[in-house]
């Protein structure tokens, strides 16, 4: 069993849908993730949560709003998706963000996105 | 900004055997963090091994262990007694300071890994 816990696991929606992807994780750890895996392409960073704060937003588009409730959750929510946001949406968890001791980063199963 | 660069886009092992996945990375920072990570078909993130780059010694977990050269900014993977199990698709990521207040972990694209029977 993982630590972090992402659902659904697959998500089908068109382009005029609101729908969420939802993360937790178990761990006790202070920092969260969104990232997007394509194919053919590397796992992009999309955002960094460190104690519900956001700390980073790598230029991703305004159809995905992240939020982070407390530091146990971490939702995505997506709107007017496009077919290229077609991929895998993995959340991942650390223990901390700032310290740069080199915490290991811990990842969920991922949710596959299809956007029709 | 670091890069990650993985050769190496498929390679094939026979069970039993030992294999060396290659990956290369460039920064100018003195302190980071190299890892592994393995995703089997389930699509999960598998942490396999890191280093610390201020350490000499090189990470050793099990049948997995590491050849660091810093000074070449070489980070290669060694699977021995490779087993069915093994095969995925192994990731080399680099964690350094993202100057944002944060540390980014920067991933290479991959290299897709077949254990033989």
């Known amino acids: 069993e993982t630590g972090v816990t992402q659902t659904p696991r697959h998500l089908v929606m068109g382009m005029t849908n609101k729908k969420s992807l939802k993360c937790e994780q178990h761990?006790?750890?202070?920092?969260m993730y969104w990232y997007k895996q394509s194919a053919k392409k590397p796992l992009e960073l999309m955002f960094v949560y460190s104690l519900e704060e956001r700390v980073e937003n790598n230029s991703v588009p305004s159809r995905f709003s992240p939020e982070c409730p407390n530091s146990s959750h971490l939702f995505l929510h997506l709107h007017t998706l496009q077919p290229e946001d077609s991929a895998l949406y993995l959340c991942?968890?650390?223990?901390?963000?700032?310290?740069?001791?080199?915490?290991?980063?811990?990842f969920g199963e991922g949710s596959w996105l299809t956007v029709v | 900004a670091q890069t990650v660069t993985q050769s190496q886009p498929e390679m094939s092992v026979q069970e039993a055997e030992t294999v060396t996945l290659s990956c290369t990375y460039d920064?100018?920072?003195?302190?980071?963090?190299l890892f592994w990570y393995k995703q089997p078909p389930s699509r999960q993130m598998i942490l396999v091994i890191r280093q610390e780059a201020y350490k000499q010694q090189n990470a050793t977990e099990n049948r997995f262990s590491v050849n660091f050269q810093k000074a070449a900014k070489s980070f290669s993977l060694k699977i021995s007694d490779s087993q069915l199990g093994d095969t995925a698709m192994y990731f080399c990521?680099?964690?350094?300071?993202?100057?944002?207040?944060?540390?980014?972990?920067?991933f290479g694209k991959g290299t897709k890994l077949s254990v033989i029977p």
């Open positions: 761990l006790g750890h202070n920092a």
């Open positions: 991942a968890s650390s223990q901390d963000l700032e310290t740069g001791s080199g915490n290991t980063i811990y």
């Open positions: 990521a680099f964690m350094g300071y993202s100057g944002a207040g944060s540390y980014q972990l920067t």
């Open positions: 920064t100018s920072e003195n302190n980071y963090y």
